[in-house]
């Protein structure tokens, strides 16, 4: 793909950092020098003109942004591909790596891939002619377009985590408390319930895109442990109990596997949105019913109601975040990332979740793999 023996200068205070990009790129035949300041990296680059600078963008002393606009300024600075590569995340940074000059924005940590691709393209840019050089310009304006827009999402993201999390999770516990107190009237404790009941749901929410998100970044790795199965159903259906008694629903579970090896957090909420689902969708005075069996060595867990089903032709899309079907039972308060959190679940599990044939209702199938 490149030039055996380009160049390439690699910028950052970060002695980790810097053995990261060296080592993944000289084993792509690159040949490396590193800088751990900015001015050694000025120094360097008058020295040696590398054909490509990958620069971090904080750096005690003189920052990436600064070594970038004074390296662009220098005899033949226009000549060489200057690569970002940083943690801060927001688009004030990014717009600012592009007024400064620089070419490209990878965002820490470096994945290996990711880094040599971007090392060669813009490798394999230097080297275009002049028109190919003018449609390069109009795909990176849309690509600096669309990294701003990555960029935004993430920013939001992170509100949601930091901004809504803590102050609904506070809302949460303050109506535990309320509810301890005996001498609170019942009027008062049927609403506090329902005040629970509404921040349980939007946890949820928050949760769901949380982890969604996390799982986008390669992320969410299960933290397993023997977990009570029996227990996890329990503290689900507690926390479900005022909605289903407001619609006469029974809460039904027959558990012949009663432990299973999973993350408790992650598996509790995968029955919680399941569970949560179910009953939006079962007819008032009906069963929704929770089971698990052991069934060819992988433990089979199933939540089931007796309301619309899903069609066979919606059975896959439903996991993915932000579908919801047209003309349910459901009321659409939900956002459509409930299946897409379990599925992301269940899969980093080793397992996979569907929706199974039946004569009435909905059944989810959980298929986790035994590791008894
Ligand atoms: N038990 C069920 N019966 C019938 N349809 C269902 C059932 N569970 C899910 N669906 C369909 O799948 C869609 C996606 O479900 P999902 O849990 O991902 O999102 P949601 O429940 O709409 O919102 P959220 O879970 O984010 O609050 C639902 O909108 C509904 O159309
Ligand atoms: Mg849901």
Known sequence: MHRAGSHILVVD?????????????????????????????????????????????????????????????????????????????????????????????LTKPLRPTELVLRVQSALKIRRMSAELRESYDLVRRQRDDLMRLQLQKDALTAFVVHDLKNPVHSMLMHAELILEDPSISE????????????????????????????????????????????????????????????????????????????????????????????????????????????????????VADSGTGVPAAQRERIFERFAQLDGGAGDRTGRGLGLAFCKLVVEAHGGNVKVEDSDGGAVFLVRLPDAS
Not at 36 to 65: I, K, N, Q, W, Y
Not at 211 to 220: A, P, Q, R
């Open 13 to 105: 205070d970060n002695a980790q950092n810097r053995a990261l990009a060296r080592g993944t790129l000289e084993d792509e035949g690159f040949r490396v020098s590193e800088a751990s300041s900015g001015e050694e990296a000025l120094t360097l680059f008058e020295a040696t003109r590398p054909d490509c600078v990958l620069l971090d963008v904080r750096m005690p002393g003189t920052d990436g942004l600064a070594v970038c606009a004074r390296m662009r300024a220098l005899p033949g600075g226009d000549e060489v591909r200057i690569l970002f590569f940083t943690a801060l995340r927001d688009v004030d940074t990014f717009d600012h790596t592009l007024r400064v000059g620089g070419d490209d924005f």
């Open 187 to 302: 009027d008062s404790r049927e609403s506090t319930m329902w005040i629970r009941e509404d921040a349980r749901s939007l946890l949820r929410l928050v949760l769901n895109l949380l982890d969604i998100s996390k799982s986008e970044e390669g992320h969410l790795a299960p933290r397993k442990s023997t977990v009570d199965l029996q227990a996890v159903v329990k503290s689900v259906f507690d926390a479900v109990s005022a909605r289903a008694r407001a619609r006469d629903i029974t809460l039904v579970s027959h558990l012949e596997t009663p432990s299973i090896v999973a993350d408790v957090d992650l598996m509790r909420r995968v029955i919680e949105n399941l569970v949560e689902n179910a009953l939006r969708y079962a007819p008032p005075h009906s069963e929704v019913r929770v089971t698990a069996a052991r069934r060819d060595g992988a433990i089979e867990v199933r």
